[in-house]
């Protein structure tokens, strides 16, 4: 479509198509043009007696478009007398539906479908007629025919209200219009004016309309003449439709139900344009009967008592911001209610003497404020400014006598989170260097660095453009932009404006001070956009005096800034593109000199200053200045000869500047682009275009700090004593350096754009916002420190956070809401269910659900129980269409029973149930008000917490209306309430106060409003607030727009809001918050919430890395990402608070509950370690930062710890014994050791260590590790292994060392805070070495005797590899990202000691890292780098003497057997290499030199695997090894036929099920890279793997055993698209694939018989389906809206509850509801036999909660176990036939999977602490396992009940039950 200015005032549809020329438009039938005599013009006449085959369509095409976007169609035509017409428009709808609106004579009543409306047109006739006459008495004889006194009509159609209220559509633009036989036309148009055809545009004129106001009269050439002295309504009809003060749209009778002529009532000359349908102006509309009874009804019932009636008051109007008269003083800092003036003589405004004046002469506000500033002309100089008046508070006794809200004020401004608006580039220093003065938009603020204290200027009225301080930093001086550009001073320390006065230009962009403060010189563009310089004596300020001009000059040059000289008042110097000029005043003129630049004139100058720290007293001639520019050049110029004394030009390279001058300027390399300058008397700072503030000696020699920030750096600012640099960036960042201890403190960060919505988290003290500029952050609300940023393509519109959790949601303009966990940096859900923009998010305040609203009318309910935040319902057209509701267009009462939105249409608020959605009220706010002549839309709805149940709607009518939520019926009205709609309404918890926000105001309120003053008004925002609520404590409240404002709430909550107040009041008025806090102390189960919910203690956000599009990634960083030189950060630590250590006020801990905190490097938030300036690499703590390396050891992310209670089973007394372990640990590195002399394999999985021996395929399982184990090494004797694992919690790695013989822990030892990296073992098995991960890169030497440390080396950077030299007993060598270190072991007695020699990266790498090595057996080290080079180290000399490119990525892995080397890379690529050269070289010890043309490394064979290569073993010849992949795939490689056999083969992602087969002769697993597994149970070999693509596979089962014929077996598996896919074993084929469900299948079982499948979806629908040809059955949804955890069928004679047949089955869903089915399927018969309900409280917990799990017992399927969230933790057993709990077994913890054995009574439970409990259900005796090193979430009896299988994560276990 088209842009729309186009289209404006109108488009004349005729021309614009060049109708004559039916080149656009298309005629068929008989058309054809005549003059008529009536409008004196040639029209068109269409004619014919059937309308459908003559017309006129427009456009020609039904594939174009007319695109018109214009609210109003207007039609010029006159119907055919005695004939009938038809009229069709096409208007396109959002979304691209086309709706059809048609109106004619021939239809008699209206008619309406989903995409065309129909109404019949009533032709009007000649004034004093017959027709008329007709007309009058009765509207049925009318309808018809045109009659044959028709006229000239003017119909003006609304289409915008049209859709509105007869579709709920949102109108786009008009497609096509055809016009049908019979009648006259003259012309078409479509416009957004409200235009009156009976009204000249002198007439016009006289009352004021103008297109500005949206009305006007109507177009020249679109007007119908109208003869002298006649009146234009009496020649012709005007129909405007809908009517004007149409009420009730469909009521009987109503007149919008038919387009006819109305009574002729010019506009009004103050009537608004309505800008939809609540606007309307309104008419006299006679109402029938009917329609009055109705409206009498409804005024009964939504009518209150006269005594409610009668005490609510009308809201008043208080004065705007700045309102003052003369004789009076401003009162500029603080915020608040402004005094009433005196009388003054223009005023307007509500009563109760509260009254905004303004000055007839005055117009400098914007919103309305009177501002005292005259024009004077002295005699001698032209005066601009009088002296600012001062407020005076004018007591009366009527006064004294009003009771009003107290306290007064009751808000205070406290802190503001913001900075620029207008200008990113003005912050100033005071003088004592302790305080930064900045602008945030339109108010100027101090903050103390020290403190974070600030102070706040506040009176400008539109963002502040400029800022200068004198040289004492007495006197400040701002100007704001815009229009209306007015400049005030202040006085710093008192904070009040000494003056305020106008500018000459409408834009002031630079400011400055004389030293003395005397003189002010301003630059800006005058009203013809031409630079303008002034100056004024300001000498007479601090006496309020007059502000005089001195001189003004225009001139032709730009200018950016401009400088008064701080050693005479009279000298400015100002730059600018291609010039830099110096200024004098004298005489009373202000002259300019340009500077002879010679080649440097077209430099792009940015920045101008003169050289700081030297005496006043110096002659000019000493005097120098320092300009800087885009192209990197400084030039230092002569002040007294006005010329160049020296240029030099910056480079980002590191070579020294020295003294150079150029003096020429082709230098083709790039300079550093200076957008700041500022000189001290010993350096000099500059901030550029790369983001760098750097540092320079005044010689400019060398860089000798810088600081790297986001962006580029537009401000820099050097302290009076020269030793803090401020700096700021337009991305809003505000920070400075500290000279002397190199350290840099971010003061500031806030939004680029406007802040579009807030939630607070009470318990955390965190506020999340969304902002315009595309970003989500989290800041923390006592320090106004900011914790994370989240940056999105899509821009977010809504944020909420959870109110227990960690947890918050965002909503988008595309429609999508996220989910976040904070805490873990994990992306919960992601839900795309509005097609439009999401207006409205929000949790209930139990936290079971969220709700969420999109632009389109859609709302979704979802379920928060559910990790993934499951959608429980989602209904369209529900909410009322459009963006302005944002951002709170939802509202959940305090009890979580209700909520509350505006739709259908924004005239209706509909209260549903919060659980279910369920309409329970609708409330029709536009007939709330019967004597109101337009209709009024609701915009805002809020609940209040008090008990009598009110819900709060803001209306477009400026009303706020309190509806009964029970009833409906209306309890209380205020009007008035601010003098533009209100954008935003909360209600404090006690019910006392009430907060609005309109346009820029916030007023707060008495809540009753039984005051004579109720309400407060509060000033500060230059923007339109977005959104306000109290804080979560009820102490504060914050406020959102241009900024993040928070202000003090200083009303006593324990006090009475006021004595006189009446005792029914009083009694529904909350009880003090110590009250309730003393009550809820007795809880002793959770700490307290501010919705007074107890729940445990909740973590406080880690410094985990997040993102928008991933569960973890980056974490913003902080406008300083680096500064030079500098060493990485010390990463934070996480560490427990004891009791004593002092918590937030609104958090009551429990005694027993630690919060776990981010402590950073300099105890701030904000300053981390990432923003501290290191001296060098060796320097102090530091944030140590993952090496972007495949080969350094990365711990899978777990959320789960190990239960510390356990009861272990006494030796020989087990009842399960650990017999397989399926698969291979591929995240691991080096975890894998194959000794082809002694046998031995061993290989890790989780914490267990594996030896398996190879021929018999038994395994061995040592058991000692409690986290994944990362590394493992064997000694050469294959005696010994020693094994490493990432460190646990709070404590160290650990290392345990196994003797292999007797399978035992010979000792465990830990040194390394981190993971172990790496093992190996000397040549003589006398040491072995332990590395430490890139959190503690230390190396450890150990004694494999005494198992002692006895020594350790630290490094400056990660090492990833080690190994000791086969030959040269004491040496090694390990490898890290700084290089290779050559270490030999020395021995003294008992001491041993271990030196080390660092050898860098041969140069010809570049910035290469050493990832991996291996000794050969001739001295020769190998290393392989992070880019595919091997480079052959000579170990004598430790020199390079070969580099070679052997593989495209990293090579992880590197073995060297005699003159053999083997690779293994990320490539996947597995090579071998002769090198037999090299190692020739290395021994004849010549240089690298000289040989590297005669070594040569050969490519003997190759192969590729399914994962990047972690490990490698293999023999002395290098013929055959074992190679493990991170897929975890173990191969068996043989290189002399080229071969791979897989040995061991695993899951690489989260295994989601397992089953056995009916005859246990297989077992199937399925995983969630959408792959399905079948094994060969004796061997436990894989026998068959199915692969889906892109698709997660969460369900398996086996098809029963029917028939015996081998390779009968089946298996079916459910996938995350939806889908069933059956796979037959014997062709090992997808046999068939079904879709029963749109969403992830969850749950899938074979009947007993094998004739159907049953299959339940993430939804809660269960699918029943034929496995013969596909087809779904029957769909059951029960369950709708809860995830389906559990399905199982089994054989059941159920006679004894009344039924037939054999098939018993059940279904278990999140929401603690079981069903059990009775089926025959053969009959095709399926009977709900019982539903079970498990009550539960509200879930209150950290994590997800347990799931609901159900089984039958195998040895009596009359007995279902139960086991979920309860109030206990047990497992409960049900009986069918008895209908009650018969048995509970109670737990510890609760229950994340079980299954019940078919012997022995016998019950497995997993849970998330890493437990296997294995339960026998008589007696209740358990034993306990904790083999896994993650949470258990399956475990699976085999049907005979001698197996069972358990999964956590990845890791498969077989276990062999023996029984208790």
Known sequence: MASRAWQHPYVNIFKHLRIEEWKKASKEGDVSPYMDKTVKCSVLRIKGSVPASNYILAPKLSTQSLGLTGRYFYLL???????????????????????????????????????????????????????????????????????????????????????????????????????????????????????????????????????????????????FPVPQGECWHDLYDSIRFPPQGSKLPFGPLCRFESIQKGFPNPLPTDAPVPEGPTGEASRGVSLSKPVKDRMSLIQQITTPPSRLRSGAPSSTDVPDVGVFSQGAEQWPHSPGPHPTPPRPPLCWGGGNGHDACMHEDDTLSQHGEDSGVEEVESPTHNVVCTKTPQPVHLSSTKETMQRKLQPDPILRLDRIIGFGGGTTKCALWTKSGDAVVYPCHAIIISMTIATGQQRFFIGHTDKVSALAFDGNTTVLASAQTGDHGVIRVWNYHKGDCLV??????????????????????????????????????????????????????????????????????????????????????????????????????????????????????????????????????????????????????????????????????????????????????????????????????????????????????????????????????????????????????????????????????????????????????????????????????????????????????????????????????????????????????????????????????????????????????????????????????????????????????????????ARSLDELLHVDVSILDVESSSLDAALKVCFSPAPDGHLLVATSANKILWVSVKTGRLHREVSKLHKQQCASLAVSEDSRYLLTAGHNIIKVWDYNMLLDVNSQMFIGHSQPIHQLSFSPDQQGVISVGDAIFFWGFLADPTDSLNSSRSPSHMSSVSPPKSALTAQRRHKEDGMLLTNGMPRQAAPLPSSLPLHWDSAASQVDQEALGSLSPCDDPEEPSNVRLPDAVSRPSSVHAPSRSFLRITEMADGSPLNSARNSIMENVEGKGKERIRPDCYRHFTPRYKTSHQEQTVVAPQPAEEGLSLKAVIGYNGNGRGNMAWSPDTGLFAYTCGCVLVLENLHTGDQRHLLGHSEEISSLAASHDGQTIVSGSASCMSSKGLICIWNVQVGVCQNTVSYHKGAVQSLAFSRDDLFFLSIGDFSDPEVALWSSRTFRLLSTVRVKGPVHDAAFSPMAAGQLAFVGSHGVFFCLINTHGLDVDLKSHRVSVPEALGAAELTSLCYSANSVLFTGTNRGHICAWNTITQRCIITLEADEGEIGVMLCRRNRLLTGSNTRRLRLWETTAVEAVASGGEAANTTHSRARVLLEQEMTLDGTIVSAAFDDLMDVGIVGTTAGTLWYIN?????????????????????????????????????VRVWSAPSNELVVQFQVLNQGCGCVCWSPALDSAPGSARVAAGYSDGTLRIFRLATSEMEMKLQPHAVQVTAVQYSTTGHVIISAGKNGLLAVSSPEDGATLRIFKDHKGAAITTVQCVTKQYKEFGLSGNDMWLAASSDRRVSVWAADWLKGRCELLDWLTFPAPTYNGGERPPPSLAAFCPTDPGLVAYTGYAVAKELTFYSLARKQVVKKISLPHWIACFSLSSKAHLIAVGSRGRVLKLIESDSGGFQDYVHHSDSLHTCRFSPSGRFLFTVAYNEIYLWEVKGL
Request: hydrophobic share 35%; aromatic share 8%.
């Open 500 to 913: 305020m006065f106008r500018t000459h230009t409408h834009s002031v962009s630079s400011l400055s001070f004389s030293h003395s403060g005397d003189v002010l010189c301003g630059v800006g563009k005058d009203s013809c956009d031409k630079t303008m310089v002034v100056v004024w004596n300001t000498s007479h300020v601090h006496r309020r005096g007059e502000v005089v001009v001195l001189a003004k000059a225009h001139t032709d040059v730009e200018i950016l800034t401009i400088k008064v000289a701080h050693f005479d008042d009279t000298r400015m110097v100002s730059c600018g593109r291609d010039n830099i000029r110096l200024w004098r005043v004298r005489c009373g003129y202000l002259r300019s000199c340009p500077v002879n630049l010679e080649e440097y004139h077209s430099l792009d100058f940015t920045d101008v200053v003169f050289d700081g720290g030297q005496p006043d007293d110096r002659d000019l001639q000493d005097r120098t200045l320092y300009a800087s520019s885009r192209s990197g050049h400084i030039v230092e110029i002569d002040y007294s000869r006005v010329t160049v004394k020296n240029v030099r030009r910056l480079l980002p390279s590191q070579t020294p500047h020295g003294q150079r001058r150029e003096k020429c300027t082709f230098n083709t390399e790039p300079g550093i682009a200076i957008n700041s300058i500022s000189v001290s008397f010993s350096f000099c700072a500059t901030g550029s275009e790369d983001g760098f503030l750097r540092l320079w000696p005044l010689d400019f020699s060398s860089v000798f700090l810088e600081a790297e920030h986001e962006g580029p750096v537009s401000l820099v600012s050097i302290s009076d004593d020269g030793l803090l640099v401020l700096a700021s960036t337009p991305s809003g960042n505000l920070g400075y350096l500290d000279v002397r201890s190199r350290g840099y403190s971010t003061l500031m960060r806030s939004h680029t754009d406007s802040v579009l919505a807030f939630s607070a988290d009470g318990v955390r003290r965190h506020l999340a916002t969304s902002s315009s500029d595309g970003t989500v952050r989290i800041w923390n609300m006592d320090s106004l420190q900011q914790l994370y940023d989240f940056v999105s393509d899509d821009s977010p519109s809504s944020v909420a956070f959870h109110p227990n959790l960690q947890v918050f949601s965002c909503g988008f303009g595309s429609g999508l809401v996220r989910v976040f966990d904070v805490n873990t940096a994990k992306l919960l859900a992601e839900h795309r269910e509005h097609k439009g923009k999401v207006v409205g998010l929000v949790f209930s305040p139990d936290g079971e659900f969220m709700y969420s609203a999109g632009s389109m009318g859609s709302l979704a309910l979802y379920n928060t129980s559910e990790e993934d935040y499951s959608v429980i319902r989602v209904l369209g057209n529900a909410v009322a269409w459009g963006t302005e509701r944002a951002p709170d267009a939802l509202t959940v009462s305090t009890d979580s029973r209700c909520l509350a939105f505006i739709g259908p249409s924004e005239y209706i608020v509909t209260v549903a149930d």
């Open 77 to 223: 035509f006159r119907p055919t007398p005695n004939k009938h017409f038809v009229v069709h428009l096409d208007v396109a709808a959002e979304q691209g539906l086309v709706v059809r609106i048609s109106f004619s004579s021939m239809f008699k009543e209206f008619k309406s479908t989903a995409t065309w409306l129909q109404f019949p047109f009533i032709c009007g006739a000649a004034k004093d007629s017959v027709d008329e006459t007709t007309a009058r008495s009765t509207r049925h004889d009318l309808m018809g025919l045109a009659p044959s006194t028709v006229r000239w009509t003017c119909l003006m159609m609304d289409l915008r209200y049209v859709l509105s209220v007869c579709l709920n559509r949102c109108h786009s633009h008009l497609k096509s219009v055809k016009l049908c036989a019979n009648m006259g036309v003259k012309n078409m148009f479509t416009s957004d004016l409200l235009l009156d055809p009976g009204v000249s545009f002198g007439e016009a004129k006289l009352l004021g309309l103008a297109s500005s106001q949206g009305t006007g009269p109507m177009p020249r050439d679109m007007s």
């Open 1535 to 1571: 290189w002399v036929d080229n071969s791979s056999i897989r040995l061991i083969s695993g899951h690489k992602t989260k295994v989601n099920d397992v089953a056995f087969s009916r005859d246990e002769s297989h077992f199937a697993t399925c995983a969630e890279d959408g792959s």
